[in-house]
């Protein structure tokens, strides 16, 4: 019994043996037989769904490289123009910005340029090109030279009055004048010239009304009396007016007081007589 039972250990030992050799011996036959199957398909050349398997592959490599430039494109800021960085609205660690607020705030520091309002009345006289002279309230007693670059057509309504904007570009400023963005301005556009005319003062002219003519007059010395003389007039400004007749270069223009019957301007009060 002993020996026989030494007999079946032998036996299991043997068949033990025999499976761990035919083991390695059975992947490199399996691996041989692959290789030789693979090496018929390189001879014979891949098949029509194969070619189509493998373009499809390489598309789709294509279109998540493009992915990947266009992410890593995007995650650099890049200025569209030269200039001074006056606002940075980015953080390391924290969410960037929503679209109401910009990453970063750039100047054109090239070129210089004042938006002006100008009202619906005076609109009709300011054109692309007319000279502009503006003075900035930090700077009062320096002049900028400037030129009405273009002018907006849809109004502003904000404020309940009918404006337009107006964008005037502007020269350097002198020596010692250093403009900065959001400064006041005030402008004065030259919308029209005229030569060789007599100015009278806007204070000194009058006007009273007769048989619905309006007509204007003032007074000149005259011998060291003021005398009325009446007036034609051309074209007005905020403070002087063009006088086409009635006075010469060198008059001097007097302000008298006058007593004005309030009858004479609108008349007797209903139901009265004169």
């Not at 036996?11 to 692959?34: C, F, V």
């Not at 003062?201 to 003021?226: F, H, K, L, S």
């Not at 007005?236 to 007097?254: C, K, L, P, Q």
């Not at 302000?255 to 004169?274: K, Q």
């Amino acid at each position: 019994m002993v020996a026989e039972g030494n007999v079946g250990i032998t036996a299991l030992r043997s068949r033990h043996a025999i499976g761990q050799t035919n083991s390695p011996w059975m992947d490199a036959y399996e691996r041989d037989k692959k290789g030789k199957r693979d090496l018929e398909l390189l001879r014979e050349g891949p098949d029509e769904t194969q070619i189509q398997q493998l373009e499809l592959q390489v598309e789709q490599a294509e279109i998540s490289l493009t992915q990947a430039r266009a992410d890593l494109a995007s995650a650099h800021l890049v200025a569209p123009f030269d200039g001074i960085v006056s606002e940075v609205n980015l953080q390391a660690g924290t969410p960037a910005p929503t679209m109401a607020l910009p990453a970063v705030r750039l100047l054109d520091d090239s070129a210089l340029y004042v938006d002006l309002t100008i009202d619906e009345i005076d609109i009709g006289l300011i054109d692309v090109g007319q000279q502009v002279v503006l003075t900035l309230d930090a700077y009062p007693d320096a002049e900028l030279a400037g030129e009405v670059q273009r002018i907006g057509i849809l109004p502003d309504v904000a404020t309940g009055v009918i404006a337009f904007p107006v964008r005037v570009a502007a020269e350097g400023g002198p020596e010692g004048v250093a403009i900065r963005d959001g400064m006041t301005a005030s402008a004065v556009i030259t919308t029209g010239a005229i030569d060789d005319v007599v100015l009278i003062p806007n204070w000194a002219i009058r006007t009273v009304q007769d048989t619905g003519e309006v007509i204007a007059y003032c007074y000149c010395m005259d011998g060291g009396n003021p005398q009325r003389v009446a007036l034609e007039l051309g074209a007005s400004g905020e403070s002087w007016t063009v006088v086409v007749s009635g006075i010469e270069a060198g008059a001097t223009v007097a302000l008298v007081s006058e007593d004005v019957n309030l009858f004479d301007i609108a008349g007797p009060p209903p139901g009265t007589r004169n």
